[in-house]
C-alpha cells in the first residue's frame, strides 16, 4: 500500500510541469463481481506525446 501511495505522489508531482503546461492524468476503475467474489482495480496514466508513465493497483 505504501508503495502504491509514493508511486501515486511520484506520478502526481511529475504531472506538475515546471516549463510545460501540467498533464493531466487519466483514471481508470474497474470493479467487477464473480463467482469468486468482487475485485476491483484502479489504474492511472500519464501521457506526453509518445511516452507514457502508468501505475495500477
Known amino acids: 500500500m505504501k508503495v502504491g501511495l509514493l508511486s501515486l505522489s511520484v506520478?502526481?508531482?511529475t504531472a506538475c510541469g515546471a516549463d510545460d503546461p501540467p498533464i493531466r492524468?487519466?483514471?481508470n476503475?474497474?470493479?467487477s463481481v464473480g463467482s469468486d467474489?468482487?475485485?476491483t482495480s484502479t489504474?492511472?496514466?500519464l501521457r506526453r506525446g509518445p511516452v507514457s508513465?502508468?501505475?495500477a493497483f
Open 29 to 31: 476503475t474497474t470493479v
Open 53 to 55: 508513465a502508468g501505475v
Open 25 to 27: 492524468p487519466s483514471v
Open 11 to 13: 506520478l502526481v508531482l
Open 43 to 45: 489504474g492511472v496514466v
Open 37 to 39: 467474489g468482487m475485485r
